[in-house]
């Protein structure tokens, strides 16, 4: 039997018109369970990115491409690789990142640093290999200074308070798997080690890894472990874990076993690494292949897949430590990057996906908002809190929270006036706090829902 109210109406929120349908608010029922408070610096904007802003292609048509994706979005931060950033006696090359800098400045993007390095160099004639110690330290602090805010680049062209903070090297070595674990260990020491000659507050993490993802290994093909003591030492603030969820082998769709979360206890265990460290995920996405074409589909599943990403929390299990999360790859179409993970289809200018269009939707609620309370382990929610309102989140699908159901009762803050449910696909209905409570009905027990409650105007 249907109960509360039943919204089939247009309903204007600021400067969006929407249809909403299909879901039932009331108001009046039971609490719902509570979670610590926690306090975290960084808004969900300021974690979302994109890349990659490769330094040989500052000012060329893909680089434009992403610039207008990440506006596109709402994005501030972006991954910036190299493959030019030494020459081929081991000699770091800043230099090389000047051009590709500027523009990211001009284009209000925050850069992290990637220093590529792929195994299969050791193969050409004549071989490059990783490198010493040595030589990624001294990587590691020319880079360092010349790119950290206020550095030696910033300046020269008088920009104040504003460069790279995070700096990471080697992307996905367990792919290939043909570095030797000992020179992969010394090349992330020695940059680790230059960058903190710096300044002790900068970041250092390794390149993304893949297989946790992809093949359920959390040694990370024995990379991971190769890196244990620098991450339980802090010398390296964290973990960067690429999570493309894929109907086949990483299917979101049978619970949270398949989360960034779970990737990250597993390879945090299996390291021994007792530590907290951050989480970054410099790529992430939901494939749109196999069972996973639907265009409604995609977008129910990218929401659960973001709040996933941005959730992501520490030892104490309340206590976010997602510090990057960067979908792959907002400015590519189908033609370049395949149809599975290409967030574009159109250029020129840009337009995004379904995906797309769920981040931008969602950064344009709560981009500007913080967590305050994180509960990934078990009820799968969260609250978060920016000048705009409060929003609760719920992930209502199986395996993600141990309490299913088609009713969602939340709390309200003492100031609501309102209460919007939103879905993958914008608003859905809004009811009217009572007693300090709302209460929404006749939700699916397969999706992901968030209450956004406006903040009545001062």
């Known amino acids: 039997m249907r109960s509360g109210v039943?919204?089939?109406?247009v309903v204007c929120l600021g400067a969006m018109t929407v249809l909403v349908s299909g879901a039932t608010a009331q108001v009046g029922a039971g609490p719902a369970p509570a979670s610590a408070s926690v306090p975290v610096s960084t808004t969900l904007r300021q974690?979302?990115?994109?890349g990659n802003l490769a330094t040989h292609l500052a000012g060329a048509p893909s680089s434009t491409q992403l610039y207008q994706a990440l506006a596109g979005v709402g994005a501030r931060s972006a991954r910036m690789n190299s493959y030019g950033w030494r020459d081929r006696d081991g000699r770091p090359t800043p230099e090389n990142f000047d051009e590709a800098m500027m523009e990211a400045h001009r284009h209000g993007i925050?850069?992290?640093?990637?220093?590529e390095y792929e195994g299969s160099y050791q193969?050409?004639?004549p071989p490059v290999p990783p490198g010493s110690r040595q030589e990624w330290r001294a990587a590691g602090e020319a880079i360092a200074r010349r790119f950290r805010p206020n550095g030696d680049w910033a300046r020269r062209h008088g920009i104040v308070d504003w460069g790279v903070t995070v700096f990471s090297a080697i992307n996905e070595p367990d792919v290939q798997a043909t570095i030797p674990h000992r020179a992969y260990h010394d090349a992330l020491a020695g940059l680790?080690?230059?960058?903190?000659?710096?300044d002790p507050a900068l970041k250092v993490i390794p390149g993304g890894f893949a297989l946790c993802n992809s093949h359920g290994d959390a040694t990370l093909k024995g990379y991971g472990p190769a890196i244990a003591d620098l991450l339980q030492s802090g010398e390296l603030d964290g973990l960067d874990l690429h999570t493309y969820y894929n109907a086949r082998w990483f299917p979101l769709t049978r619970g949270r076993q398949f989360s960034a979360q779970s990737c990250f206890d597993r390879v945090k265990a299996a390291l021994g690494v007792s530590r907290d460290i951050a989480f970054h995920a410099t790529e992430y996405n939901v494939a749109r292949d196999d069972a996973w074409q639907d265009p409604a589909q995609l977008g129910s599943l990218f929401l659960t897949a973001f709040w996933d990403e941005m959730g992501v929390v520490g030892n104490d299990g309340r206590t976010s430590v997602t510090r990057t999360a960067f979908p792959w790859n907002l400015?590519?179409?189908?033609?370049?990057d395949g149809p599975s993970y290409a967030m574009a289809t159109a250029t020129a200018p840009w337009r995004g996906d379904t995906r797309a269009e769920v981040l931008a939707r969602v950064l344009a609620l709560?981009?500007?908002?913080?967590?305050?309370e994180l509960d990934p382990r078990?009820?799968?929610r969260y609250t978060l809190s920016g000048p705009a309102g409060e929003l609760r989140v719920w992930q209502n699908r199986p395996g993600w929270t141990d309490r299913p159901s088609d009713v969602w009762t939340s709390t309200a803050p003492a100031w609501a006036g309102s209460a919007e449910l939103w879905g993958w696909q914008g608003p859905l209905a809004i009811a009217e706090p009572r007693n300090g409570l709302v209460r929404f009905e006749q939700l699916s027990g397969n999706d992901t829902y968030m209450v956004f409650f406006p903040r009545p105007p001062r």
Not at 110 to 115: D, E
Not at 192 to 198: D, K
Not at 331 to 336: F, K, M, N
């Open 366 to 372: 709560a981009g500007d908002m913080r967590f305050t």
């Open 331 to 336: 400015g590519d179409t189908p033609a370049v």
């Open 192 to 198: 680790a080690e230059g960058v903190h000659a710096v």
């Open 47 to 50: 974690r979302t990115g994109g």
């Open 123 to 125: 193969f050409l004639d």
């Open 6 to 9: 039943l919204l089939p109406a």
């Open 110 to 115: 925050t850069p992290i640093i990637l220093l």
């Open 378 to 380: 078990s009820s799968g």
